[in-house]
Structures are given as C-alpha cells and as structure tokens.
C-alpha cells in the first residue's frame, strides 16, 4: 500500500491517520473529458489560472458566497493550491483551483474541463447579473465575476472543434429548432460538425451537419450528408440538471 504523505497509521488511529495524508491523495478528477449535467459554459479566471500551464499566477483569491448576492454568506474561498514540493511547475495539476471551506482541514479540488489546448475553466451551471454558479467537487457555490474573467458557452464551445455525441442526445435529427419535427433517419455516421447554435426560449440548438467533421470542407458532389438542427440539453439529470447532449475534443480533428 502506498500512503504518498509517508505516514504509518495503526487502526485505531485511523481517523487521524486519514486527517493526516495530504490532500492530494483525495484529488478528483478534475481535468476529466464529460461535462457535467447542466453545463452552460466554462469560466476562465486568468488571475486564479493563469494564461498557460507555465504561467505565473497572481494568488488572488475570491469569496464563494451560497447565493449571489454579496450579502449572502461566505461558504468559503476560491484559491490556487500550492504546487507540492519538487512538482514540475508545468504540470496540469498546477492549474487545479482549490476551494477551503471554514472548518475543514484541507482544501478541496474544484472539477474543471478543457476549453483549448491546455487551458481549463471553472464549470459554470447557471448565470446571473455579473454573478456565476460553479460546480465544486462537492455542491455548488456562487462567484461573482472577476475582472477578466470569461465565460465560455456551451453554445459556442463545439463550432470551431470536433464535437462528440453524448447518450442524452435521442438520436432524432429536427427539420426546424422545434421538437415537433425532429424524426429518426439514418445516419451516414455519427461523425458531424457544428455549423452554429441558437437559442429560442430557454432552449439551445445546434445546427448540425452528419458525415462530414469540423476538419472537412464543403461536402463533395455526391457525398451523403444529412443536415438538420439537434437540441443542446437532453433529459433531466442529477439533481434534476439537464444533460448535454454533445461535447468537444479542444485538441483537435
């Protein structure tokens, strides 16, 4: 058994033993491919993440306040972990934002995604007046919205990248944005590019285009292509979240 903070524990200690190891032996994934159940878009805060992996940051901090409203109470600070002693200053970890919370012995990882080539955001699930929910390894919390900071859509995420189907999509593809006339038809592939989003209402949708990827040009004379519109959110998900039903790959065709 590897205990990576060197400590020997024996089992009646094993509560302290656990309050002992450091904490990133209990790192989530926080660089992980899937995006969460109600993504609406990625937060970049340069002045918490840097502008790179071998960036400097500034070591700023922000106050996560329970709902958005500066009166509202703190449940804690958004933070950049220090790196551990020896680590590699270019390593990925060294982007992790952390959250400590009053009361807890260490701070926690906050989960994020890649929105380009080395460069992760916070993952927002809703938007209000200069003020953002994040998600937090455990919960959610509210940020307002830091000088220079960018919220990345959903929507736009997936236009200049290759997009990938998510099982909330049903397979169906829409004539018009509008449920009523989406249909099943068959599919040259399920490879397919993103040529633009638009929202009605509350809803998102992606105008699609099946058997041809973000990489290709126009589709060549004879080429099968089915065109049409898909939903951006699917069924509800956990804690009642809508999922997405498309994601990206931010390195590339």
């Not at 969460?36 to 922000?62: E, M, N």
């Not at 990925?92 to 807890?104: M, Q, S, T």
């Not at 009605?200 to 126009?218: I, K």
Request: charged content about 15%; hydrophobic content about 40%.
């Amino acid at each position: 058994m590897n205990i990576s903070s060197g400590v020997l524990c024996r089992l009646s200690q094993v509560a302290l033993c656990v309050l002992a190891i450091a904490p990133a032996a209990f790192a989530t994934d926080t660089h992980g491919s899937l995006p969460p159940d109600g993504t609406i878009g990625l937060l970049d805060v340069p002045a918490l993440l840097g502008t790179g992996a071998c960036t400097q940051r500034s070591g700023a901090k922000y106050v996560l306040r329970a709902t958005p409203s500066n009166a509202a109470p703190s449940i804690g600070t958004l933070e950049a972990q220090a790196l551990p002693a020896g680590q590699n200053a270019c390593s990925e970890d060294g982007l992790v934002p952390h959250v400590r919370k009053a009361g807890d012995p260490w701070p926690a990882p906050v989960p994020m995604r890649e929105f380009a080539p080395g460069r992760a955001g916070l993952i927002a699930i809703e938007q209000r007046s200069g003020w953002i929910r994040i998600l937090l390894g455990n919960g959610d919390a509210w940020l307002a919205q830091p000088p220079g900071a960018a919220l990345h859509d959903y929507g736009r995420l997936g236009l200049f990248t290759q997009p990938t189907l998510l099982p909330a999509w049903d397979g169906r593809v829409c004539e018009r944005k509008s449920v009523d006339s989406c249909r099943t038809v068959a599919l040259p592939s399920r490879t397919f590019r993103i040529n633009r989003s638009e929202s009605v209402g509350p809803e998102l949708w992606f105008q699609v285009e099946f058997g041809l990827s973000a990489c290709d040009g126009p589709a060549k004379p004879g080429q099968a292509v089915v065109r049409g519109w898909i939903p951006g959110y699917g069924r509800a998900g956990l804690f009642g979240r809508r999922a997405l039903t498309t994601w990206w790959r931010p390195r590339g065709c």
